[in-house]
């Protein structure tokens, strides 16, 4: 069951994660300081496209996960890491999307708070990424850390 479950958390935080990446993308296409679009400085771009490469990469886990589970190949450990990486990776992406909204980041009005206080939700619940890294340790090592 909490393969399964850990499974779902893994494209949520995906979910969350695109999001919040199409939140900032469009809020630095019209906000404007020092004279141009904040979408207009290099390392505004460089942000984004770091954003965007996390997110293809969380996207290739989940991908990975469905045709797993269709060949009935679909194991703890694999769950364990997707869980792990993805809402690791959302986190970073969301809390950069804040951050480029500036004041209004903290603001319920641009839901990229939303999506922060969401994934401080799923980063716990199935087991924290803690937990899920000890499973996949476990299973690379054969050597239980944790209990
Ligand atoms: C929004 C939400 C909804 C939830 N819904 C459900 C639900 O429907 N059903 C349900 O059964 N539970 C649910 N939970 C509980 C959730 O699964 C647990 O909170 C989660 O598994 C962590 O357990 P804990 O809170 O007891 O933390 P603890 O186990 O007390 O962990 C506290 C900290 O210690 C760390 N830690 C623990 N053990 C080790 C170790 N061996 N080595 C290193 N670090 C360790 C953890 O990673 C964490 O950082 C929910 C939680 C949340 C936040």
């Not at 949520?12 to 141009?36: E, P, W």
């Not at 390392?43 to 290739?60: P, S, W």
């Not at 890294?133 to 476990?138: D, F, K, N, Q």
Request: net charge neutral; aromatic share 6%; charged share 20%.
């Amino acid at each position: 069951m909490l393969a399964g479950t850990r499974n779902t958390v893994a494209w949520s935080a995906l979910g969350h994660a695109v999001a919040a990446y199409d939140a900032a993308r469009t809020y630095c296409g019209q906000r404007v300081q020092f004279g141009k679009p904040l979408v207009g400085f290099q390392i505004v771009q460089e942000r984004l496209v770091k954003m965007l490469a996390e997110i293809c990469g969380m996207q290739l886990y989940c991908l990975r996960l469905g045709r797993l589970i269709e060949e009935g190949r679909f194991s703890d450990t694999i769950a364990a890491l997707a869980k792990m990486n993805n809402t690791s990776k959302a986190r970073e992406v969301i809390l950069a999307a804040r951050d480029l909204l500036g004041g209004n980041g903290i603001l319920l009005d641009f839901h990229v708070m939303r999506h922060l206080a969401d994934m401080e939700a799923i980063h716990t619940y199935e087991g924290t990424e803690t937990i899920q890294t000890l499973i996949v340790g476990r299973d690379i090592t054969g050597v239980a850390a944790f209990a």
